[in-house]
C-alpha cells in the first residue's frame, strides 16, 4: 500500500507539471490580458547653478526704456546646454530686486545663434509677478513649457512684459570673475526694440553667470 501511493504522488506530480506547461506561454510572448503602464519622466533638476560661493552683484534686469542717467539693461539672458531631453517646465532665479510698479517679468527660453546669443525664437513663457527672492530663489513655472534636447544649447531671456514703469524693473544676482558655469554665459541687450546682445564674457574679459536652475520632466 505504501508503494502504490508513492507511485500515486508520483503521477499526481507529473499531471500537474504538465498542466502548469499547459499553461505558460511560450518564450517571448505575454499574458494577452495583460496592460502595460508607461510612468512619465519625474520633474527633476536639469542644470544648477547655484554654488556655495556667495554671489558679488546684483545687475539690473529688465527696463522698459534705456535710463538716461545710465543706460541698463533693457533685457537680459543666461545661456545653459541642456542635460536631459524632455520639457523644461520650470526655471529658478536668484531675483535680488522687483519694482511692485513694473509689469510681470516675461521668463522665455529661447534658442540660440551660431554666435551662442539668444535667437528671438521662444521655444516655452511664462510670467513671474511676485516679489524679489534670493533664498530660496523665485520659482518661476513655465505655462508653455519648453521641450529641449541633451546637448543642446538654450538661454533663459527676461525682460518686461508691458512698459507700465520707466524704473528698474528687476534685477538679478551674478557672479563676477569665477567661471561657475561653463556651460554657458551672461548676454544682455541695451538697445530699444529688437535686442542688440552683448557677451559680456567676450566684450569684458571675464565670467559671468546668473544664479539659475532649470527643470526638466
Same mark, same amino acid.
Given at each position: 500500500?505504501?508503494?502504490?501511493?508513492?507511485?500515486?504522488?508520483?503521477?499526481?506530480?507529473?499531471?500537474?507539471?504538465?498542466?502548469?506547461?499547459?499553461?505558460?506561454?511560450?518564450?517571448?510572448?505575454? *499574458?494577452?490580458?495583460?496592460?502595460?503602464?508607461?510612468?512619465?519622466?519625474? !520633474?527633476?533638476?536639469?542644470? *544648477?547653478?547655484?554654488?556655495?560661493?556667495?554671489?558679488?552683484?546684483?545687475?539690473?534686469?529688465?527696463?522698459?526704456?534705456?535710463?538716461?542717467?545710465?543706460?541698463? !539693461?533693457? #533685457?537680459?539672458? &543666461?545661456?545653459?546646454?541642456?542635460?536631459?531631453?524632455? #520639457?523644461? /517646465? #520650470?526655471?529658478?532665479?536668484?531675483?535680488?530686486?522687483? /519694482?511692485?510698479?513694473?509689469?510681470?517679468?516675461?521668463?522665455?527660453?529661447?534658442?540660440?545663434?551660431?554666435?551662442?546669443?539668444?535667437?528671438?525664437?521662444?521655444?516655452?513663457?511664462?510670467?513671474?509677478?511676485?516679489?524679489?527672492?534670493?533664498?530660496?530663489?523665485?520659482?518661476?513655472?513655465?505655462?508653455?513649457?519648453?521641450?529641449?534636447?541633451?546637448?543642446?544649447?538654450?538661454?533663459?531671456?527676461?525682460?518686461?512684459?508691458?512698459?507700465?514703469?520707466?524704473?528698474?524693473?528687476?534685477?538679478?544676482?551674478? &557672479?563676477?570673475?569665477?567661471?561657475?558655469?561653463?556651460?554657458?554665459?551672461?548676454?544682455?541687450? &541695451?538697445?530699444?526694440?529688437?535686442?542688440?546682445?552683448? /557677451?559680456?564674457?567676450?566684450?569684458?574679459?571675464? /565670467?559671468?553667470?546668473?544664479?539659475?536652475?532649470?527643470?526638466?520632466?
Amino acid at each position: 500500500m505504501r508503494i502504490r501511493s508513492y507511485s500515486l504522488v508520483l503521477l499526481g506530480a507529473g499531471m500537474t507539471a504538465g498542466l502548469l506547461g499547459a499553461c505558460t506561454p511560450p518564450a517571448g510572448t505575454g *499574458d494577452p490580458t495583460t496592460t502595460t503602464t508607461t510612468v512619465p519622466p519625474a !520633474h527633476q533638476i536639469d542644470q *544648477d547653478n547655484f554654488p556655495a560661493t556667495a554671489p558679488t552683484v546684483s545687475t539690473d534686469l529688465a527696463d522698459c526704456v534705456l535710463n538716461p542717467v545710465e543706460p541698463t !539693461h533693457v #533685457q537680459s539672458a &543666461q545661456t545653459f546646454t541642456a542635460g536631459r531631453s524632455g #520639457q523644461l /517646465d #520650470q526655471v529658478d532665479l536668484m531675483i535680488s530686486y522687483r /519694482d511692485p510698479a513694473a509689469a510681470p517679468l516675461s521668463v522665455s527660453i529661447q534658442s540660440t545663434t551660431p554666435a551662442g546669443g539668444p535667437s528671438g525664437v521662444e521655444l516655452g513663457s511664462g510670467l513671474y509677478s511676485g516679489p524679489a527672492a534670493e533664498n530660496p530663489p523665485a520659482m518661476i513655472p513655465l505655462s508653455s513649457p519648453a521641450t529641449v534636447v541633451a546637448g543642446t544649447k538654450y538661454a533663459i531671456v527676461l525682460a518686461e512684459s508691458a512698459c507700465v514703469s520707466t524704473a528698474i524693473g528687476a534685477a538679478w544676482r551674478l &557672479q563676477l570673475g569665477i567661471a561657475e558655469y561653463s556651460a554657458g554665459g551672461y548676454w544682455a541687450s &541695451q538697445s530699444v526694440g529688437a535686442p542688440n546682445w552683448i /557677451d559680456y564674457f567676450a566684450v569684458f574679459n571675464g /565670467d559671468f553667470d546668473i544664479r539659475f536652475r532649470t527643470w526638466v520632466s
